[in-house]
């Protein structure tokens, strides 16, 4: 099996962790370029052997079978533009970004004969935690782009213990989306609940401790029934008091977090098997408006 050699662009979180886990498995990488001085000072501790750059020197790309790009998805249509000026030194390359929403066609600029275009996205979250606290074992990609190039990645990704999940790039966006939530969004809700405890003079090691088997079960439910059916509590039991109490107190004492509740309840309410009574009075509780007045 060939030693495939990468030059990774953008050495944050995603570059840092994908140099690690490919050197790691046996792959080469050959060079880092990262704009960010105080960036490529830790890579120099990190990876002392590899090169680093601020700009990606032409000698760097005959060297290298894959130039995957690990930037912000805002610099790419910018770094594409400055790519261009190497185009001529491409030959039998891949070249890839890791971007969750932009399709591998925001690349074509850069496309010759025998160049081959993809994104690869690791439904993943990476810290700044040090590239070896993450594993990449059973992390899902996403892979879209030119057949030969999904194909090559499909077995860079399975020699990293990852697995591959070959989408359009229309399936992508919405495997973007849909990690928003199942990521962003939890920990958002949970810097609720904390902010909720902190809030009724709960001390930190109350704020997370007593709600990990909650947590945990709610987990394992999710693992083997559709949300609604995993879902438990006051809104699906149908009960008005409680739902009412919890936004009185949220108005009173977290306004911020109140939008957030009724947000929840109302996109859930359409999926819920309730009786019309409690279903007309939820909905009315959610579109009241709340204000001093107004007594719940
Ligand atoms: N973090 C995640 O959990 C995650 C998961 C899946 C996919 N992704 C995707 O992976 C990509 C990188 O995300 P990230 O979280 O690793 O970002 P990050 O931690 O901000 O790292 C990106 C690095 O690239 C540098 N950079 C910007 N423009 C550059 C250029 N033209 N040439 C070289 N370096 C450049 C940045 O420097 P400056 O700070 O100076 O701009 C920064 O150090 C994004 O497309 C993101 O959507 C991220």
Wanted: with cysteine; glycine share 8%; aromatic share 8%.
């Amino acid at each position: 099996m060939g030693k495939e050699r990468f030059v990774i662009i953008g050495g944050g979180r995603v570059g840092g962790v994908l140099a690690y886990h490919l050197q790691t498995a046996g792959f080469g990488v050959t060079g880092i370029v990262e704009t960010s001085e105080q960036r490529r000072r830790r890579l120099q501790t990190l990876f002392p052997q590899i090169p680093l750059s601020q700009n990606l020197p032409s000698e760097w790309i005959p060297a290298c079978d894959c130039l995957l790009i690990c930037v912000p998805d805002d610099a790419i249509p910018a770094l594409v533009q400055q790519l261009q000026a190497h185009r001529t030194f491409w030959k039998h390359h891949i070249l890839a970004h890791t971007s969750g929403i932009l399709p591998a066609s925001i690349l074509q600029p850069l496309k010759t004969a025998f160049v081959y275009l993809a994104s690869v996205h690791p439904i993943f979250s990476f810290s700044t935690r040090p590239p070896s606290q993450h594993s990449l074992g059973g992390v899902y990609f996403d892979l879209e782009g030119d057949r030969e190039a999904v194909a090559w990645f499909r077995s860079v990704i399975t020699r990293l213990g990852g697995r591959c999940l070959t989408v359009t790039a229309r399936q992508k966006k919405a495997i973007h989306l849909a990690s928003v939530f199942y990521s962003n969004f939890l920990v958002g809700i949970v810097e609720g609940a904390q902010q909720i405890l902190k809030q009724a003079g709960l001390s930190p090691p109350f704020h997370l401790e007593p709600f990990l088997p909650l947590v945990q079960a709610t987990l394992e439910n999710l693992s083997t029934l559709p949300p609604i059916e995993a879902l438990t509590g006051p809104l699906k039991r149908g009960d008005v008091s409680t739902v009412r109490a919890h936004l009185e107190w949220l108005r009173q004492h977290l306004p911020s977090w109140f939008p957030v509740y009724t947000a929840i309840c109302q996109a859930l309410l359409p999926s819920l098997d309730l009786p019309p009574e409690k279903r007309h009075q939820l909905n009315r509780l959610f579109e009241k408006p709340w204000n001093g007045s107004d007594t719940p």
